[in-house]
């Protein structure tokens, strides 16, 4: 991957960004990070999407861009290019296929160019074959991503670029509200709780029941998303491990302070951003998402790591594969034993502030940008 060095522009852009969130996820994280260095560099940045989650600099305006009856699209479809008219917009910017979708009928009709950014595997069916909604051009967050555009929707390469994750470095909060019990290794379980990811959560909790036995020094944090969201069996051995290990087994569901609970981590099992920053803070990382990949990260694999954004995204469709209950047993064992060194964890942390660049980052999607506002 080549950084892009800043180039001269002639003006400042107006910049809209489109999400469909109907929950939280790191496709909105992706766009605010992202926006946060676009209104450092003067650009007027704007956002539209159903829901949002984070804290936010934009100047925010609900479209239901997520809901795909038929009649609300051609209203969106009017909606935004009334918007994209009344607000001067230069380029509209898609974070998701619902997004480019309505965006890229408002760039066919006079509407500014649609640019998307990809952030994981696209349903494989015969319209996504046939058609493509995302614009002039198509980003994506990681290798996997531009194999499975290229390969399985049979997109040009010459349209994709990777640039990975906008995911600025920050220092560690010790004073916030929240505090682990500094007696025990807490291992994090974070992600979202829908979804494949949440089965997959869902996986690891039944598998810690017996670890918890194994290591009485263990103690298990989630958060990312609510518990209720994982099946019902999931939620009942939950509640049966917070029921005997008292103190042991604690969830914070969706919650703003995920970053002030990792910092205290001995070590994390999660996937995409989460994974990256966890790493960035020197924590011992369990790579794990909707994908198959599913490693302890070290240097000998962190380049394949990067490629399926940390276990989120595979090369190609496969079928659910179960946790691997023997990795997850050497990652405790080597939190518990204190395996990891400060030299390595410091080399993997390196190594992830130089990926995740948000300026280089930033300014690799401004360029992609200039190409079609030339």
Not at 37 to 43: E, K, S, T
Not at 83 to 112: C, E, Q, T, Y
Not at 175 to 196: E, M, V, Y
Not at 212 to 232: C, N
Request: with cysteine; charged share 20%; proline share 4%.
């Amino acid at each position: 991957m080549a950084y892009i060095v800043e180039m001269p522009r002639k003006e400042r852009l107006r910049i809209a960004h489109l999400l469909s969130q109907l929950q939280p996820t790191g496709a909105e994280s992706y766009a605010i990070e992202l926006a946060k260095h676009q209104l450092r560099q003067g650009h007027k940045v704007f956002m539209l999407s159903d829901r949002f989650h984070f804290e936010n600099p934009c100047e925010k305006t609900v479209l239901t861009l997520g809901d795909r009856k038929f009649l609300n699209r051609i209203r969106n479809i009017l909606r935004l290019r009334r918007f994209s008219k009344d607000n001067s917009i230069d380029i509209l910017h898609a974070h998701s296929r619902a997004a480019s979708w309505v965006g890229n009928w408002v760039a066919k009709l006079g509407g500014p160019p649609l640019i998307s950014t990809v952030h994981g595997r696209q349903h494989i069916h015969t319209s996504s074959r046939l058609t493509d909604p995302y614009g002039s051009k198509i980003l994506v967050v990681c290798e996997n991503l531009e194999h499975h555009l290229t390969h399985e929707l049979r997109i040009s390469r010459n349209k994709i670029t990777v640039i990975p994750n906008l995911i600025a470095s920050v220092t560690p909060e010790t004073n916030g509200d929240i505090k682990l019990d500094p007696r025990f290794k807490w291992i994090g379980i974070f992600g979202r709780s829908s979804g494949p990811k949440g089965r997959k959560i869902g996986e690891w909790i039944c598998g810690l029941k017996v670890l918890l036995e194994k290591y009485p020094q263990l103690a298990i944090v989630h958060a990312g998303g609510p518990l209720a969201d994982l099946s019902s069996e999931s939620v009942k051995i939950w509640d049966q491990l917070n029921a005997k290990h008292l103190n042991r087994c604690l969830s914070f569901g969706f919650t703003h302070k995920l970053s002030e609970i990792q910092a205290q981590c001995s070590g994390q099992i999660g996937s995409g951003r989460i994974a990256a920053e966890g790493l960035m803070k020197r924590i011992p990382t369990l790579a794990s998402g909707e994908g198959v990949f599913e490693e302890i990260v070290t240097l000998s694999n962190l380049e394949t790591a990067f490629s399926s954004n940390f276990g989120d995204i595979n090369r190609t469709s496969v079928k659910d594969v179960l946790v691997n209950l023997d990795t997850l047993d050497s990652f405790i064992a080597s939190i518990t034993h204190e395996s990891w060194t400060e030299a390595l964890l410091e080399k993997l942390q390196q190594q992830c502030e130089i990926r995740f660049d948000p300026k280089a980052n930033a300014l690799c999607v401004e360029q992609s940008y200039a190409a079609f506002l030339s």
